[in-house]
């Protein structure tokens, strides 16, 4: 399993990886430069390294995660989330136009969830191929 893993890491990094964390990394960035919104960047690091290598690997909320995370969350939204949602969506069209590229479309689908509420997870080794949630 870790082989291919490796394998659909190695095709997602060239095919779709290194955009789609690019812009998680851009977004991390002007989180920095605005200093109240550091916890945004941090969060946004974290998934730009999930989005970067995702397969073999998942994300869980983590218990401690309350109201303050929620809080977040729709900050979030309101102002990197739904670009970055839009992102995957826009990456997942010509990735379902291959046959190569359908599961790639898929796992970019099952990011969207992540790219919208990255506050308050995880991201954690998991035994299943692509277990994005």
């Known amino acids: 399993m870790k082989l291919i893993n490796l394998l659909l890491n190695i095709?997602?990094?060239f095919?779709?990886?290194?955009?789609m964390?690019?812009?998680?990394l851009i977004a991390a960035l002007i989180c920095f430069i605005l200093i109240v919104t550091i916890p945004f960047g941090v969060a946004s690091l974290r998934i730009a390294g999930f989005?970067?290598?995702p397969f073999g690997r998942t994300t869980v909320e983590r218990p401690d995660a309350g109201a303050p995370s929620f809080i977040g969350n729709?900050?979030?939204v309101i102002l990197a989330g739904w670009w970055l949602a839009l992102g995957h969506l826009i990456t997942s069209i010509p990735l379902f136009l291959s046959i190569i590229g359908?599961?790639?479309g898929w796992a970019n689908l099952?990011?969207?969830?992540?790219?919208?509420?990255?506050?308050?997870r995880e991201v954690v080794?998991?035994?299943q191929g692509f277990a994005g949630r």
């Open 11 to 13: 095709l997602w990094l």
């Open 15 to 19: 095919l779709c990886g290194i955009w």
């Open 21 to 24: 964390a690019l812009g998680y």
């Open 51 to 53: 989005v970067l290598w």
């Open 74 to 76: 729709v900050i979030w």
């Open 102 to 104: 359908i599961p790639f």
């Open 110 to 120: 099952k990011l969207i969830p992540i790219s919208l509420m990255p506050l308050g």
């Open 125 to 127: 080794q998991s035994d």
